[in-house]
């Protein structure tokens, strides 16, 4: 039995899951190839990953900050582990 695709993306990175989904939502049978983890480079290692932990490290500046606009922070803790397992 033969199966039959309007498009065939190679690669399940940002830019071929976006293709795909503007596709099918136009209509079209999409085929995608990939050989790992859906996301690519960019959300699964890179990009996502590093704006995660600069998100993050920004926390400290922030609540020091706050202090000056009347906020009281008395105790802020942070475990590194926590934050590892979301990036995963």
Request: aromatic residues 12%.
């Amino acid at each position: 039995m033969k199966k039959k695709y309007d498009f065939i993306v190679i690669g399940a990175g940002s830019g071929g899951v976006r293709f795909a989904r503007l596709m099918a939502s136009n209509g079209k049978k999409i085929c995608i190839i990939e050989n790992n983890r859906v996301g690519g480079t960019c959300v699964i290692r890179g990009c996502v990953p590093k704006k995660l932990y600069v998100y993050a490290s920004s926390f400290f500046d922030q609540m020091a900050d706050a202090k000056v606009f009347g906020w009281n922070i008395s105790v802020a803790k942070h475990k590194w582990k926590d934050l590892v397992q979301k990036k995963k």
